[in-house]
């Protein structure tokens, strides 16, 4: 089937397969597609809030180098008008 999470993770050998490893041997009646499934949806999430936090960061930065930028520029005098 793919997409399971042993097609994705060495069992054992990265933190999510050690994860999976854990809760089977924890709870060994869980319907393992079922776990399968759940913990792929929780990986995904996490990537997104990941690749949403990298994008925040960036953002961030270009802010920065913006308001870097507009420090060095000298404002325009009003003329004063009587």
């Given at each position: 089937?793919?997409?399971?999470?042993?097609?994705?993770?060495?069992?054992?050998?990265?933190?999510?397969?050690?994860?999976?490893?854990?809760?089977?041997?924890?709870?060994?009646?869980?319907?393992?597609d079922e776990l399968h499934r759940?913990?792929?949806?929780?990986?995904n999430e996490l990537n997104r809030?990941?690749?949403?936090?990298?994008?925040?960061?960036?953002?961030?930065?270009?802010?920065?180098?913006?308001?870097?930028?507009?420090?060095?520029?000298t404002p325009l005098k009003r003329?004063?008008?009587?």
């Amino acid at each position: 089937m793919p997409g399971r999470i042993n097609d994705a993770y060495s069992p054992g050998h990265t933190p999510t397969g050690r994860f999976h490893e854990f809760l089977t041997k924890l709870l060994p009646d869980i319907n393992q597609d079922e776990l399968h499934r759940n913990i792929l949806a929780v990986d995904n999430e996490l990537n997104r809030l990941s690749a949403e936090e990298e994008e925040v960061l960036a953002s961030r930065e270009r802010l920065a180098q913006a308001a870097r930028a507009i420090g060095k520029v000298t404002p325009l005098k009003r003329s004063r008008r009587a």
